[in-house]
């Protein structure tokens, strides 16, 4: 007598999913990418361009680190949270970065943040002034 074994009809996508997750470097390593995103949206109003960025858990004086030069402004965060309760202990770690250019006539000098409720703000005063059109003459000349 010989023993049939059935297979299930989802069994070949299983695999593939197993195989996918662990055995194909691209797909880890977006996985891994897309764990430590830094979350942000960006405005230009009238006279400032602003960015917020979803960075919760983390101390701002401890962990954040605004740098700009060359009209790029670079948000690194690093988070570091342990939480200890009876017999129980959980922890949240990972580093972030996102880097985001500035409109023409960014202040970068007068570049000012803050922090409330997880979302971190930065602001970048414009500068108003518009160039004025150049007139360029034409010179003539002679085929002589």
Known sequence: ???IAKRS?????????????????MVSDLRRESAHAMRIEDRLEKD????RAEIPGIDPDK????????????????RREEISEKGHSEFHYGSFMRRVSLPPGSLEEKLAASYQ???????????????KPRVIKVAHRSTK
């Open 1 to 3: 007598m010989s023993v």
């Open 117 to 131: 409720d997880g979302i971190l703000e930065v602001t970048v005063p414009i500068e108003a002034a518009q160039a």
């Open 48 to 51: 400032r361009y602003v960015v």
């Open 9 to 25: 009809p989802v069994a070949p996508l299983t695999d593939l999913f197993d195989w996918l997750e662990s055995g194909w470097p």
């Open 63 to 78: 962990d954040v680190e605004i740098t700009v030069a060359d009209g790029i402004l670079t948000i690194s965060a690093e």
